[in-house]
């Protein structure tokens, strides 16, 4: 089974950037899409961004679209994160995800492993 582990969360302010990576185990990574996924105090768990197994299809949330870029490289089980011009309201745990098929799903329904999270904080 596929188990994931999330890194790179911290606290930076407004304006910054962070790069989150999403470290894989097991041999079957590439074969499936992967996504990310944000969840803020006192709020539903929301979708980020997610890309499919060979990274030649994205999808973004309109909260993050033009400032966050997904991406994965499958040599190293490794699904990215990058996210500039941060905004305070882009605090929380953020969660990878392994898809339960090779395309993009924007739905929770559609992975099937999670990583524990990793906190991101923005300060303004």
């Known amino acids: 089974q596929v188990q994931l582990v999330e890194s790179g969360g911290g606290l930076v302010q407004a304006g910054g950037s962070l790069r989150l990576s999403c470290a894989a185990s097991?041999?079957?990574?590439?074969?499936?899409?992967m996504g990310w996924f944000r969840q803020a105090p006192g709020k539903e768990r929301e979708f980020v961004a997610a890309?499919?197994?060979?990274?030649?299809?994205?999808i973004y949330a309109d909260t993050v679209k033009g400032r966050f870029t997904i991406s994965r490289d499958n040599a190293k089980n490794t699904l990215y994160l990058q996210m500039n011009s941060l905004k305070p309201e882009d605090t929380a745990v953020y969660y990878c995800?392994?898809?339960?098929?090779?395309?993009?799903?924007?739905?929770?329904?559609?992975?099937?492993?999670w990583g524990q999270g990793t906190q991101v904080t923005v300060s303004s």
């Open positions: 890309l499919s197994w060979r990274g030649r299809s994205t």
């Open positions: 995800a392994k898809g339960a098929y090779s395309t993009t799903s924007i739905t929770e329904r559609g992975y099937d492993r």
């Open positions: 097991g041999r079957t990574f590439s074969n499936y899409a």
